[in-house]
T-cell receptor, first 111, second 110 residues
Framework: DGGITQSPKYLFRKEGQNVTLSCEQN?????MYWYRQDPGQGLRLIYY???????QKGDIAEGYSVSREKKESFPLTVTSAQKNPTAFYLC??????????FGPGTRLTVT | RKEVEQDPGPFNVPEGATVAFNCTYS??????FFWYRQDCRKEPKLLMS???SGNEDGRFTAQLNRASQYISLLIRDSKLSDSATYLC???????????FGTGTRLKVLA
């Protein structure tokens, strides 16, 4: 099955802990993305990567970090510096100018 | 002004009705346009790309008006299962960045 997987589906952490969200795709897409969605709001871009070993900050990168060591994988770390980390995190991928496809998302709750 | 704007709704329509949503964009260099559907607490799923000449997929029709910088989505014969939030997405040529609207919520009532 081709697609994007994200794990875990639900994640609970204590304040002050870093946490890494996984995103893997087997669509052979060059570009990968991380978005955050808060209740009743639109998607906001955190980071994106057009090719391996390269990534750019999106609109709300503060408190987050990423890596792109493999084409298939684009993990996101939510650091303790992120002031309001509780949200729905969505990973996506795309090929050139074509449509973007999303993983099922990870719901992160930090208390 | 937001780069992509949508009426948040909700649009409450009876089953079988025809409903249309518009989405305006501010960047005239935008070249790719899409409609996504998002169900509550789920990921967005591609509904259709929007082509310059307009395109249709079953009960769904998408149109692009470059002069006025908006795209539209028309849903005919609404079903209960069409209830969702519809997201407008715009992308400029030569970039990998997609700009999302905040979505229009549709409720189809029995």
């Amino acid at each position: 099955d081709g697609g994007i997987t994200q794990s875990p589906k639900y994640l609970f952490r204590k304040e002050g802990q870093n946490v890494t969200l996984s995103c893997e795709q087997n669509l052979n897409h060059d570009a990968m993305y991380w978005y955050r969605q808060d209740p009743g709001q639109g998607l906001r871009l955190i980071y994106y990567s057009q090719i391996v070993n390269d990534f750019q900050k999106g609109d709300i990168a503060e408190g987050y970090s990423v890596s792109r060591e493999k084409k298939e994988s684009f993990p996101l770390t939510v650091t303790s510096a992120q002031k309001n980390p509780t949200a729905f995190y969505l990973c996506a991928s795309s090929s050139s100018s074509y449509e973007q496809y999303f993983g099922p998302g990870t719901r992160l709750t930090v208390t | 002004r937001k780069e992509v704007e949508q009426d948040p709704g909700p649009f409450n329509v009876p089953e079988g009705a025809t409903v249309a949503f518009n989405c305006t964009y501010s960047n005239s260099a935008s070249q790719s346009f899409f409609w996504y559907r998002q169900d509550c607490r789920k990921e967005p799923k591609l509904l259709m790309s929007v082509y310059s000449s307009g395109n249709e997929d079953g009960r769904f029709t998408a149109q692009l008006n470059r002069a006025s910088q908006y795209i539209s989505l028309l849903i005919r014969d609404s079903k209960l299962s069409d209830s969702a939030t519809y997201l407008c997405v715009v992308k400029s040529a030569g970039t990998y960045k997609y700009i999302f609207g905040t979505g229009t919520r549709l409720k189809v009532l029995a």
